[in-house]
C-alpha cells in the first residue's frame, strides 16, 4: 500500500496563539486544580505510607495535560508516561478509583495491580501509562494505524519525556509516523531534566525533540508548557490537522516538574535558583491572574477550587475504603502457560482442525 505523505494540509509551524473562549479557560483551570489538589493528596497519603510503590509526581506541568485533553475528542487515544496522573484527571478518569489504584485496593483501577505508574483507563482512550522509556511511542502508532485503517478519524496522542528523545524508539516512531502518514501527535514533555540529569547535558540539540522532528519531515515546535492556552491551541490546530490526514505532529512543551523525579528523590541536584525561578511561572497561579485579568471574578475560580477540594476530599475517603484485592486476583488478566495456545486452539477442539 503506497502512502502520500504530502498532504495539501498546512502543517504547525511553531506555537499557536489567540485568545480562548471563557468556558474554555475556565475548563483548563478546573483540571489544573483538581490535579494539583489530587497528586498533593497523593503525596500526602505516600507520606503515610498508605501509597504502595512509588509515585512520579506531575505538579508544575498541569498546563500540558489540561491543554492537549482539551482539544482531543473524547474517543481519542491517550498513550502516557509512569508521571500520568494529570493526563487522567484531564481527560475525566473518576477520582476515587485512580487514588484507590494508588492504595493498591481493589475498588482501583486495576484492582490494585496497576498502581501509580501503571494507570489504564480504556474506557476514556487512555491505553496506558509506560515506565519502560519511549516504549509508548511506537506502540501509539499502532492505535494511529488501526484508526487510520479503520477510517474513524480518531487521533492518537503520544505523551513522553525529554529523556525519551534519546532512545531508539523516539526515532523509530517519528520516521514510521511520518512514512505512514498516521493521525498521532507526539507531545514531549521537556521538563529539563531525565531523571537527575539535566537533558542539555547530555544532548547535542538544544531542544531534544524539536530539533530532531525536521529530519522526519516534520515542523520544528516548541511552545511554553506552563501556558494552557498555548498548549490547547496548538495541540488543537495539530490534532485537527492529523484528523484531516494531514499527518502526524511533534511538539515539545517545556515545563518544570516542581519536586525531585519521584518520592524517594530530593533533587538536591538542581540549582536553588532555578527552581525558584520556575515556582514564579507556577502554570496554576499565573493562569489564575490572567483569569482575574480577563474580568473573571475570583470568587467563580475560588468556588472552582474549594469543588475540586471536595472531590478530592471524597476520593480519598472512598479509595481508603476500599477492601485489599483478594489473591484470587493475581491469576486474572495472565496466562497459565504464557504461550499462545490462549489463541490457538488445539487441533481438537471445535470439532478438530485449527481455528484461526
Known amino acids: 500500500m503506497s502512502v502520500d ?10 506555537p499557536v496563539t489567540g485568545e480562548v473562549p471563557e468556558d474554555t479557560s475556565l475548563a483548563l483551570y478546573r483540571i489544573m486544580s483538581t490535579a494539583r489538589k489530587f497528586e498533593k493528596r497523593a503525596y500526602d497519603l505516600f507520606l503515610q505510607n498508605l501509597v504502595k510503590g512509588t509515585t512520579h509526581l506531575g505538579i508544575g506541568q ?11 475528542r473524547t474517543d481519542d487515544y491517550s498513550f502516557i508516561t509512569y508521571r500520568g496522573h494529570n493526563h487522567l ?23 490494585g495491580k496497576g498502581g501509580s505508574m501503571h494507570l489504564i483507563d480504556a474506557e476514556r482512550g487512555i491505553l496506558g501509562s509506560y515506565a519502560i522509556i519511549g516504549a509508548q ?28 528523545t534519546n532512545i531508539g524508539a523516539f526515532h523509530e516512531a517519528l520516521n514510521f509516523a511520518a512514512i505512514w502518514n498516521l493521525p498521532v501527535v507526539f507531545v514531549c514533555e521537556n521538563n529539563l531534566y531525565m531523571e537527575y540529569t539535566r537533558i542539555d547535558s547530555v544532548t547535542a540539540v538544544d531542544n531534544p525533540a524539536a530539533d530532531r ?3 522526519y519531515g516534520l515542523p520544528s515546535v516548541v511552545i511554553d508548557g506552563n501556558d494552557p492556552d498555548e498548549v490547547y491551541l496548538t495541540a488543537r490546530a495539530a490534532i485537527e490537522r492529523a ?53 473573571v471574578d475570583p470568587t467563580v475560580l475560588d468556588a472552582i477550587d474549594a469543588e475540586a477540594l471536595a472531590q478530592v476530599d471524597a476520593a480519598t475517603e472512598e479509595a481508603k475504603g476500599g477492601a485489599w ?12 502457560d504464557g504461550g499462545h495456545a490462549w489463541r490457538t486452539p488445539s487441533p481438537t477442539e471445535h470439532g478438530g482442525g485449527l481455528v484461526p
Not at 5 to 12: E, G
Not at 246 to 275: F, N, Q, W
Request: proline share 7%.
Open 325 to 336: 484485592p483478594d489473591l484470587s486476583r493475581l491469576y486474572t488478566n495472565v496466562w497459565s
Open 62 to 72: 498541569e498546563a500540558v495535560a489540561a491543554g492537549v485533553a482539551a482539544a482531543m
Open 243 to 295: 484528523r484531516a490526514g494531514g499527518g502526524p505532529a511533534l511538539i515539545e512543551a517545556v515545563t518544570y516538574r516542581h519536586g525531585g523525579h519521584s518520592r524517594a528523590d530530593p533533587a538536591k541536584y538542581r540549582d536553588p535558583g532555578e527552581v525558584r525561578a520556575w515556582l514564579e511561572k507556577d502554570p496554576l497561579v499565573t493562569y489564575r491572574d490572567r483569569l482575574t485579568d480577563r474580568g
Open 213 to 215: 522532528a525536521p529530519a
Open 89 to 111: 484527571v484531564a481527560r475525566g478518569t473518576p477520582l476515587a478509583p485512580l487514588m484507590a489504584e494508588l492504595l493498591g485496593r481493589d475498588n482501583g483501577l486495576m484492582h
Open 5 to 14: 505523505t504530502h498532504s495539501a494540509h498546512p502543517p504547525v509551524t511553531g
Open 137 to 164: 511511542l511506537v506502540i501509539a502508532n499502532g492505535a494511529a494505524w488501526s484508526a487510520q485503517y479503520r477510517g474513524s478519524d480518531q487521533v492518537t496522542v503520544c505523551f513522553f519525556g525529554d529523556g525519551a
